[in-house]
């Protein structure tokens, strides 16, 4: 079995639900899905160091993923009970959020540790943030959202043969995670 076979089989044992891969030359960076960051929906832009503007200039983010070769997404799905249940909604993403360290643990050990990892919706680690008066506490564990970097995340999603939506009643997750492809020898 070859080493993306395996990443996939272990990510699904792992608790993801899909997972594909894409070159980074596939990704779309978008200024509008930036912009929605800067319009604060989820409550951290200019409050964390993984969002906006703290995770630096657009141009500087699309330039950070694609100093790698590969990337990685994964997703988890969730059942609501409604288009409306913000409830289930925090759970799906709090469960999404328990899966992703194993993955990127095992992500670590087939790759090493030249990775990028890109999560959901920033980082909750710490009650007050230290931004922007002091670096990250967790540099180490510091994951910044995926609409940090204006990826097109639906874009990205079919790139990587995943569903971005799985149907009615459900949310869907999704995390990547780059690096360069290793050289076979």
Known sequence: ?????????????????????????????????????????????NKSWACPPGVGPIDECEARMKAYTTVFMFSTRHELEDSYDFEGMMAGKDAHAAVEPGIYLMLREKLGDDLLILSTEGCKRCKKCTYPDAPCRFPESLHPSIESHGVEVNVLAGSCGIRYHNGKNTVTYHSCVFFNEPSEN
């Open 1 to 45: 079995m070859d080493l993306r076979e395996q990443i996939k089989e272990a990510a699904l044992k792992l608790g993801a639900y899909e997972c594909g891969f894409a070159p980074t030359s596939e990704i779309r960076v978008s200024p509008m899905v930036r912009q929605l960051c800067e319009k604060n929906a989820c409550g951290a832009y």
